[in-house]
Nanobody, 121 residues
Framework: QVRLAESGGGLVQAGGSLRLSCAAS????????MGWFRQAPGKEREFVAA????????YYADSVKGRFTISREHAKNTVYLQMNSLKPEDTAVYYC??????????????WGQGTQVTVSS
């Protein structure tokens, strides 16, 4: 079993930055891709970013390209999401996930509990 624990969310003003972390425990996860998704109130869960197990391939949603950076650190079994130039529309609960590299939620087998990110205007 794999457990994912997100941290780093909070309240930030528009234009500010946050770094989310997701620590994995349980099974060795180095052969899996990691992804970040988000869900705003009344909306479906949407893809944000993903990184391959090697860290060499990354995917981003168009809405966050150039502002967000995903990375992973195998030694700490952790994946990060650096979020810069935050906008109010980035407000959501952010979830990390472990599975196959892709943008569909169904490609991921394990999910964290989520961390709230609120961007004030």
């Amino acid at each position: 079993q794999v457990r994912l624990a997100e941290s780093g969310g909070g309240l930030v003003q528009a234009g500010g930055s946050l770094r989310l972390s997701c620590a994995a425990s349980g099974r060795t996860f180095s052969s899996y891709a990691m992804g970040w998704f988000r869900q705003a109130p009344g909306k479906e869960r949407e893809f944000v970013a993903a990184v391959s197990w090697s860290g060499g391939t990354t995917y981003y949603a168009d809405s966050v390209k150039g502002r967000f950076t995903i990375s992973r650190e195998h030694a700490k079994n952790t994946v990060y999401l650096q979020m810069n130039s935050l906008k109010p529309e980035d407000t959501a609960v952010y979830y990390c996930a472990l599975g196959e590299l892709g943008w569909r939620p169904t490609e991921y087998d394990y999910w964290g509990q989520g961390t709230q990110v609120t961007v004030s205007s």
